[in-house]
């Protein structure tokens, strides 16, 4: 019932974007083919590099696809599909170009090389008390890992070769976490999907603290959360479909798109990333296709 009254919350929200201080997107290109024509079904991730590589995780048919973004070109790529992954729900890449993507019916991240050879899962044997269960994961630009671990409410810290660091507990009071992301400074958001916030923890601090109050009057789900290089979060609203900006205090600036299945709406977005020079991918699951965007001031 609570979730019905929550979509009926968001159907009366206006159907047009709000303007977004400091951030426009604009359609730039949609993938829904692999090289050789296979169809995109369900992709629920995209991970993007500073060298003009994004991986689609093609969620519905159990594989990565890689491909190359320049000049406004879309360039397909390989296939990169290993019996070890069955439903690829995350993916991100280090700076030496390995891959991580998490199996989200396994609830286990793996490590791929960056030709796509199975390295191995991220298991480190020294967890404090009980197994981790990820429901995400991101990596900081020193390549240390951080794996949001839902089944002990807490966020882990790794190094670049998956040793245990130190954790950091969820808040006290929380609806569900489903994504994180973490700054050049070593902050972490993380995105709490049921109460609509963002809580945020700096480097070293124990535990998190909330960065907003709920946002629900300007997204209904999030589900996905990432920074640009000034400090902008963008979110990915899952289920109102669009995508919203905050500042870095967390103040609301604006929403960006809207729910649909033309070129330049979505429809059930899930993971967004940013490479350098600011263009912004987005798995689009509801429509079967990753959908990249410029942005403009």
Known sequence: MLRIL???TVLLLPA?????????????????????????????????SDKSLFIIADTG??????????GGTVKPGTEIKVPELSYPARVTMNSKGDIFVLDGKKRRILRLSPEGV???????????????????FTIDHDDNIYVLDVFSERVLILDPRGKYQKQVAFPKEYGFMSDIAVDRKGTIYLIDSVQAAVAVAAKGSPGFTPLTKSLREFMDFPAGITLDS???ILITDRNGGGIVV??????FH??????????????YPSQLCINDK???FIADSGNNRVQIFTTSP
């Open 61 to 70: 048919n159990g594989r990565l696809l890689r491909y190359g973004f320049q």
């Open 16 to 48: 047009k974007s709000f303007s977004a201080e400091g951030v426009k997107l604009r359609h730039a290109a949609s993938i829904y083919t692999d090289a050789i024509g296979g169809i995109i079904r369900q992709p629920e991730g995209v991970a993007c």
């Open 246 to 251: 905050l500042g870095q205090d967390g103040a």
């Open 118 to 136: 199975f390295k191995g899962y991220l298991d480190p044997p020294d967890l404090p008390s009980v197994a981790m269960v990820p429901k995400s």
């Open 254 to 267: 604006g929403r960006q798109l809207r729910r649909g299945r033309t070129e330049g709406l979505v429809n």
């Open 278 to 280: 600011g263009e912004i």
């Open 230 to 232: 000034r400090g902008t």
């Open 6 to 8: 929550l979509l009926m």
